[in-house]
């Protein structure tokens, strides 16, 4: 069974960090691309960062390039998301996806959601 | 690429048929997936590839559409098919996605 385990959300300042973690299991992990997809409160789908199966290639969306940077440990089949100088546009809740056969930037198995604002 | 859904709300009594369109702002051949999303939960994989239905995904569902235009149908709204659906561009980067239909009672 495919789980993604998502955590490392919270409260954090505007121009602060945080690093979420998605730990995965139920699937070869390195076969896969894996994305994080947010979505602010009450709205929509929202893209943002994806990387390929074994690391090799990365994809960010304009509003979080330079930000926030994505990663992957092959050996504890975990990814990251590494979030810097956060901005309150930032609050959403972000999931991890993992990618189809068919398209790295299909998803058929997400995360439970993770809670991330950002406010003084 | 801008996916655009209509439309936003969709009022249906259970047992009833529904219809959700979504079109492309280009041609994004057949590379359109569907996602059902209920309050408090992440969304689900409910069509890939325009009219491919998802592992576990009752028949009821049904995608249709190529290039530009693109139609989910729901034969028969059962109460556990009442939520948002989004339609999503997965082609090449950015994917993006409609801004969401709501199905409601």
């Known amino acids: 069974e495919v789980q993604l385990l998502g955590s490392g959300g919270g409260l954090e300042q505007p121009g602060g960090s945080l690093r979420l973690s998605c730990a995965a299991s139920?699937?070869?992990?390195?076969?896969?691309?894996m994305s994080w997809v947010r979505q602010a409160p009450g709205k929509g789908l929202e893209c943002i960062s994806t990387i390929g199966g074994s690391g090799g290639g990365t994809f960010y969306a304009d509003s979080v390039k330079g930000r926030f940077t994505i990663s992957r440990d092959l050996s504890k089949s975990t990814l990251f998301l590494q979030m810097d100088t956060l901005r309150a546009e930032d609050t959403a809740v972000y999931y991890c996806?993992?990618?189809?056969?068919?398209?790295?930037?299909?998803?058929?198995?997400w995360g439970q959601g993770i809670l991330v604002t950002v406010s003084s | 690429i801008v996916m655009t859904q209509s439309p936003a709300t969709l009022s249906v009594s259970p047992g009833e048929g529904a219809t959700l369109s979504c079109r492309a702002s280009q041609d994004i051949s057949s590379n359109l997936a569907w996602y059902q999303q209920k309050p408090g939960q992440a969304p689900r994989l409910v069509i890939y590839g325009a009219s491919t239905r998802a592992t576990a995904i009752p028949t009821r569902f049904s995608g249709s559409g190529s290039g530009t235009e693109f139609t989910l149908t729901i034969s028969s709204l059962q109460s556990e098919d009442f939520a948002f659906y989004y339609c999503h561009h997965y082609g090449n980067w950015p994917a993006t996605f409609g801004q969401g239909t709501k199905v409601e009672i």
């Open positions: 139920g699937f070869t992990f390195s076969s896969f691309a």
């Open positions: 996806a993992k990618g189809h056969n068919s398209g790295w930037f299909l998803f058929d198995y």
